[in-house]
C-alpha cells in the first residue's frame, strides 16, 4: 500500500485559506453597521496572519530539523563508505 505524505507547507496554505474563507462568509452574513464590519474584518485579517506566521515558523523549524537529520545520516553513510573502502584497498 501506498502512503502519501502531504507537505507541511500545503496544509498550511490550505488551512489558511478555509479560515480565511469561513471568516469572510460569517462577515458577510453578520448584522454590523460598517465600523463594526471594518474593526471584524481587522481583528480577523490581524488572527489569521499571526495564525499564518505562526504555522509558517513551525513549518520552517520541522523542515530544518528534517534537512540536519538528512545532513547527518548522509555524513555518516559517506563515512561508513570511506571506512570500507580502506578496508578493501589495504
Known amino acids: 500500500m501506498r502512503r502519501h505524505h502531504t507537505s507541511t ?7 489558511s485559506a478555509g479560515a480565511l474563507v469561513g471568516a469572510g462568509l460569517a462577515l ?9 464590519m471594518r474593526e471584524k474584518v481587522s481583528d480577523v485579517t490581524g488572527d489569521a496572519i499571526a495564525k499564518m506566521k505562526g ?5 520552517q523549524e520541522k523542515f530544518s530539523q528534517k534537512m540536519q537529520r538528512g545532513r547527518e ?8 563508505f570511506s571506512e570500507s573502502k580502506e578496508e578493501l584497498y589495504h
Not at 458577510?28 to 463594526?36: D, F, M, S
Not at 504555522?55 to 513549518?59: N, P, Q
Open 55 to 59: 504555522m509558517t515558523a513551525e513549518a
Open 28 to 36: 458577510l452574513y453578520a448584522p454590523k453597521t460598517g465600523q463594526e
Open 73 to 80: 545520516f548522509a555524513e555518516e553513510k559517506a563515512a561508513e
Open 9 to 15: 507547507t500545503a496544509e498550511v496554505v490550505s488551512f
